[in-house]
């Protein structure tokens, strides 16, 4: 089946230090792969994609690269502000079903940025 | 723009009553999915509704059923609650290009069942 396993958190860092959360995934074929964030009180976000093998998502200076030979898919930033304290959600959208998306999610990790 | 907006944004029943929730949404979509967050776990997918139709559906049972209307919005509709259906229900809406799409979601609506 489909299933998608992140690190436990939270990771806690100080402003401007390396992010990184792990994300593995287990999925028949090849399927796309997201990190959505969800700030507290509001729904999903979807910060970045990547839908073949060793496409480089980035957004907001997220960066994460689609590794088919490992099944991965690892959030990082080089510099983290208190503003991206949130929780991530790695995801993925089985492939061969591009006119239906079910997402599925990992647990999430929640991340706390201390000034 | 208004983007993907759910009602009620809160909700409390008790065991054994039905609950519906509502969804519209995002401008230009047509495609509306549903999941259930349970408290610090992932969102789990429901269902999902193209063309007034559902076309697949999660691991869940038929308690909980759906609609989508003309208008492209949609409802979620649980039945016989349980207490373990208190989670927060979050709603999606994409347009249907053949492609990946981005799935917009909305803020949810918490349903605690007592």
């Known amino acids: 089946g489909n299933s998608v396993t992140q690190m436990e958190g939270p990771v806690t860092l100080s402003e401007e230090a390396f992010l990184t959360i792990n994300c593995t995934y287990t999925a028949t074929g090849y399927p796309s792969l997201f990190w959505y964030v969800q700030y507290p009180g509001e729904g999903l976000q979807l910060l970045l994609k990547?839908?073949?093998?060793?496409d480089k998502g980035s957004n907001k200076g997220f960066e994460a690269t689609y590794r088919k030979e490992t099944t991965s898919f690892h959030l990082e930033k080089g510099s983290v502000q208190v503003s991206d304290s949130a929780v991530y959600f790695c995801?993925?959208?089985?492939?061969?079903?591009?006119?239906?998306?079910?997402?599925?999610f990992g647990t999430g990790t929640r991340l706390l940025v201390s000034p | 723009d208004a983007g993907v907006t759910q009602s009620p944004t809160h909700l409390i029943k008790t065991r054994g009553q039905q609950v519906t929730l509502r969804c519209s949404p995002k401008s230009g979509h047509d495609t509306v999915s549903w999941y259930q967050q349970a408290l610090g776990q992932g969102p789990q997918f429901i269902f999902q509704?193209?063309?007034?139709?559902?076309?697949q559906r999660g691991n869940f049972p038929d308690r909980f059923s759906g609609h989508q209307f003309p208008n492209y919005s949609s409802e979620l509709n649980v039945n016989a609650l349980l207490l373990g259906d208190s989670a927060l229900y979050l709603c999606?809406?994409?347009?249907?290009?053949?492609?990946?799409?981005?799935?917009?979601f909305g803020p949810g609506t918490r349903l605690t069942v007592l």
């Open positions: 999606a809406s994409s347009f249907n290009s053949g492609r990946v799409n981005e799935q917009f």
């Open positions: 990547a839908t073949k093998a060793d």
């Open positions: 995801a993925l959208s089985p492939k061969g079903n591009t006119g239906f998306q079910k997402l599925v």
């Open positions: 509704y193209y063309e007034e139709e559902e076309r």
